[in-house]
């Protein structure tokens, strides 16, 4: 596809429950990352990977979040035991790198809802 | 730690008249200040970006001012139309940080 795509575009959840949100950046692009989005809120950075380097997971909020990105390409943002404070849409977005400013191409997200 | 703000939440702004949107950083170290609009159930998306050796750039009805002296951003948007109605978020980057979003301004336009 021509832009990032995510899906689910909505999940609901039950308290508990363990959830797996997936994002295809575009292609070519090197960095990926992961932001979350509260109602009425800005955005929270969670987790950023640049090509093969170690991810910058300084922005995950607990331990519950975990996020891995196979070959380069797709990543997949896994919450376990969910709690109703994760409900936002998680955005994803990619980039090329070596730009000048980190221009990022989002997606358009995916709205969760934890019961 | 660092943060990235705005002055105003909401602006609403009459059809034709130009529009500002302000935000304040404090990172003086960012190498760049990029501006993305978010429309209603989308993802933000890049507007226009100013690197912190310039103090103005122009773009296509949009212009972004820089003051480093008092730490300040604004973007300018000429005869505002009803399609820039969205959530503006400015953003500072430097080098492999990742980007620091602001809380957004949402810009209403009145036809």
């Known amino acids: 596809g021509a832009g990032v795509s995510q899906s689910p575009s909505n999940k609901v959840t039950e308290k508990g429950k363990d959830v797996e949100l997936r994002c295809d950046p575009i292609?070519?692009?090197?960095?990926l990352y992961w932001y979350r989005q509260s109602l009425g809120q800005g955005l929270e950075f969670l987790i950023y990977?640049?090509?093969?380097?170690?991810?910058?997971k300084s922005g995950l909020p607990s331990d519950r979040f975990s996020a891995e990105r196979t070959g380069g390409s797709v990543s997949t943002l896994t919450i376990q035991r969910t709690q109703q404070e994760d409900s936002a849409v998680y955005l994803c977005a990619s980039s090329l790198l070596g730009q000048g400013a980190e221009k990022l191409f989002f997606g358009s997200g995916t709205q969760l809802s934890v019961l | 730690g660092e943060s990235v703000g705005l002055h105003l939440p909401t602006l609403s702004v009459q059809e034709g008249d130009n529009s500002i949107i302000n935000c304040a950083y404090s990172n003086s170290a960012s190498d760049y200040f990029i501006w993305y609009k978010q429309e209603s159930g989308k993802g933000p998306q890049f507007i226009i970006d100013?690197?912190?050796?310039?103090d103005k750039r122009q773009g296509q009805r949009v212009t972004v001012l820089l003051n480093k002296t008092v730490k300040h951003l604004s973007l300018q948007i000429a005869a505002t139309q009803p399609g820039d109605s969205a959530v503006y978020f400015c953003a500072e980057w430097s080098g492999n940080t990742p980007l620091v979003f602001g809380k957004g301004t949402r810009l209403s336009v009145i036809a």
């Open positions: 990977f640049q090509g093969n380097s170690a991810p910058d």
């Open positions: 100013i690197r912190s050796n310039m």
């Open positions: 292609s070519g692009h090197t960095a």
